[in-house]
């Protein structure tokens, strides 16, 4: 697969004759939303263990923990890929660290709902907002990025 190149590089919207487009943006987009299908996966897996083993109680502070980890993820992935042609690369970039401190800054705030309001285990929300999180680090290793549809072409 090809890409147009432009004085900033490639452009991943302007495909050449044999790249479809938007392909690319594409593609990542579903790479992004399969990482929060994960985590909302480890999450209903992790609560429902949890309450087996320990309570409501302790799967309830699983939930909340894990909805901490994934409620920010999904807003950065849906904002990440809103995006039109018409951004410049320095746009494009501007709103990706704009999108990563308002992801920050939700987090926090989703922590201190949970700690100042909600009747929850700290340690338990803490170890289900690791694990959605951890998902993220292991997509890395999992998710195929060398199937690309630039290596279709």
Not at 145 to 153: D, F, I, T
């Given at each position: 697969?090809?890409?147009?190149?432009?004085?900033?590089?490639?452009?991943?919207?302007?495909?050449?004759?044999r790249t479809a487009p938007g392909?690319?943006?594409?593609?990542?987009?579903?790479?992004?939303?399969?990482?929060?299908?994960?985590?909302?996966?480890?999450?209903?897996?992790?609560?429902?263990?949890?309450?087996?083993?320990?309570?409501?109680?302790?799967?309830?502070?699983?939930?909340?923990?894990?909805?901490?980890?994934i409620l920010p993820s999904y807003?950065?992935?849906?904002?990440?890929?809103?995006?039109?042609?018409?951004?410049?690369?320095?746009?494009?970039?501007?709103?990706?660290?704009?999108?990563?401190?308002?992801?920050?800054?939700?987090?926090?705030?989703?922590?201190?709902?949970?700690?100042?309001?909600?009747?929850?285990?700290?340690?338990?929300?803490?170890?289900?907002?690791?694990?959605?999180?951890?998902?993220?680090?292991?997509?890395f290793f999992v998710a195929d990025?060398?199937?690309?549809?630039?290596?279709?072409?």
């Open positions: 697969m090809s890409f147009a190149q432009t004085d900033s590089g490639v452009d991943i919207d302007k495909p050449t004759e392909a690319l943006q594409k593609y990542s987009r579903q790479i992004a939303l399969r990482v929060v299908a994960g985590q909302i996966a480890v999450a209903l897996f992790a609560s429902v263990a949890i309450t087996v083993a320990f309570g409501s109680r302790f799967g309830y502070s699983a939930l909340v923990g894990a909805a901490i980890g807003y950065l992935a849906v904002r990440l890929f809103r995006r039109t042609q018409s951004m410049s690369p320095e746009q494009v970039l501007r709103g990706i660290y704009l999108g990563e401190g308002i992801k920050v800054a939700f987090t926090i705030a989703l922590f201190v709902v949970a700690i100042l309001v909600l009747d929850v285990e700290i340690g338990v929300v803490l170890l289900a907002y690791v694990a959605t999180v951890a998902v993220n680090w292991i997509a990025l060398g199937e690309s549809p630039r290596e279709r072409a």
